[in-house]
């Protein structure tokens, strides 16, 4: 491999390791929501927490998993979760083709199909704002809530998928 390539094949690894670890962090954390109303009321894909509104620290009293979630957010959690095992096969195979360079084309297609399942469930997270809880409607959050961290991390994790994709095409098109 040529040096540039080497250079290029280390940026892309490096993206998608990123994006896995990011992409895995927005997942386990429960802040894609956060409303603050009556105390603070942070809620994620598969959890929901309570801050009440004068606790002396920051402590999170009382936090339970969601079995009443939007059905919206069940399939994005779902949707997330397939793109997430594409995304570690994409960068497990990305680090390989140091080894074996013909790998970095399935690690494009993993790639690939990890943006397509992260970008549907981009789509499909906002239909769950109109659940009860929350008090919205599809596709538009009330006043008295935001976005949280855990959405915008994982949308940086897309913005790197996406970043290693033009990379893994450059290198697919010099090759040719």
Not at 7 to 32: C, G, K, Q, R
Not at 78 to 107: E, N, Y
Not at 153 to 165: G, K, N, P, R, S
Request: with cysteine; net charge negative.
């Amino acid at each position: 491999m040529p040096p540039k390539v080497k250079l290029i094949n280390v940026a892309i690894a490096s993206f998608l390791v990123s994006a896995s670890v990011l992409s895995i962090v927005a997942l386990a954390t429960p802040e894609w929501i956060i409303q603050d109303l009556h105390g603070r009321v942070t809620f994620g894909l598969s959890h929901t927490c309570y801050t009440p509104l004068f606790a002396d620290d920051e402590t999170v009293l009382d936090c339970t998993f969601s079995t009443n979630s939007p059905p919206a957010w069940s399939v994005a959690l779902f949707v997330m979760s397939i793109g997430c095992i594409c995304l570690i096969i994409s960068a497990i195979t990305s680090v390989a083709s140091f080894l074996r360079p013909k790998l970095l084309r399935q690690s494009k297609w993993m790639g690939l199909a990890a943006s397509v399942n992260f970008c549907i469930a981009t789509l499909i997270f906002p239909a769950g704002f109109d659940h009860d809880e929350i008090g919205g409607s599809s596709y538009k959050l009330p006043e008295n809530a935001s976005i949280g961290f855990s959405y915008i991390v994982f949308i940086v994790a897309l913005l790197f998928i996406f970043f290693a994709e033009i990379l893994t095409v450059k290198i697919a098109f010099e090759d040719h």
